[in-house]
Nanobody
Framework: QVLLAESGGGLVQAGGSLRLSCAAS????????MGWFRQAPGKEREFVAAISASGDNTHYKDPVKGRFTISRDNAKETVYLQMNSLKPEDTAVYYC???????????????????????WGHGTQVTVSS
């Protein structure tokens, strides 16, 4: 069982920045593929960004490309989501997710699917005011 704990959410004005963190309880963190998802009120949970276990590969949802950056520090068992140029439409609860390794090459579109992830955090609220 992997426990994930997000932090760093809050209220920010449009154009501002936030950095989300997700700390994992798992010593085998470096083998896990990690992702960030978000869920706005009345909407389904949607993919935001993913990163491979090594950190060599990343994939982003189109609307956040160039504004958000996913990264990880395997020594600290933590994954980050740096969010710049925030917009009101980025308002949502942001969830961290972890997926067990697979025998297949890492493919970004695969890791954009919720079913690929085995563990989820409880989420952190991000609110962007206009």
């Amino acid at each position: 069982q992997v426990l994930l704990a997000e932090s760093g959410g809050g209220l920010v004005q449009a154009g501002g920045s936030l950095r989300l963190s997700c700390a994992a309880s798992e010593r085998a963190f470096s083998t896990l593929n990690m992702g960030w998802f978000r869920q706005a009120p009345g909407k389904e949970r949607e993919f935001v960004a993913a990163i491979s276990a090594s950190g060599d590969n990343t994939h982003y949802k189109d609307p956040v490309k160039g504004r958000f950056t996913i990264s990880r520090d395997n020594a600290k068992e933590t994954v980050y989501l740096q969010m710049n140029s925030l917009k009101p439409e980025d308002t949502a609860v942001y969830y961290c997710a972890a997926g067990e390794p697979t025998p297949y090459p890492w493919y970004g579109l695969s890791w954009s699917m919720r079913d690929m992830y085995d563990y989820w955090g409880h989420g952190t609220q991000v609110t962007v005011s206009s």
